[in-house]
């Protein structure tokens, strides 16, 4: 099995700075793309930023220039950089990754998603 475990979450002023991660563990063979997602109460899950493993990024338009992706991928794990945070932003992150692990004897791809951890924008 396939764990994603996030941490770096928490309760920041408007123009403060937090930084997530998320490391994955387990049964894994490679991990293809990687991204952070939001969900805000009584909103649609969004996309932030997705990565793939040669590094290319993506990012939502709310939050370029302001978030930074970045993965490790010697250890499984992703990064989020927030700089310039607002109010806006207050929201349950969580952390995807496309896993490669064997299956009965082939190699399959599976989605996993982490638990969320909650970043709170507030004066």
């Known amino acids: 099995q396939v764990r994603l475990v996030e941490s770096g979450g928490g309760l920041v002023q408007p123009g403060g700075s937090l930084r997530l991660s998320c490391a994955a563990s387990?049964?894994?063979?490679?991990?293809?793309?990687m991204g952070w997602y939001r969900q805000a109460p009584g909103k649609a899950r969004e996309t932030v930023a997705v990565?793939?493993?040669?590094?290319?990024?993506n990012y939502a338009d709310s939050v370029k220039g302001r978030f930074t992706i970045s993965r490790d991928n010697a250890n499984n794990t992703v990064y989020l950089q927030m700089n310039s945070l607002k109010p806006e932003d207050t929201a349950v992150y969580y952390c995807?990754?496309?896993?490669?692990?064997?299956?009965?004897?082939?190699?399959?791809?599976?989605?996993?998603w982490g638990q969320g951890t909650q970043v709170t924008v507030s004066s």
């Open positions: 995807n990754a496309g896993v490669t692990r064997w299956y009965f004897g082939a190699l399959r791809e599976y989605d996993y």
């Open positions: 387990g049964s894994i063979f490679s991990i293809n793309g």
């Open positions: 990565t793939t493993r040669g590094g290319s990024t």
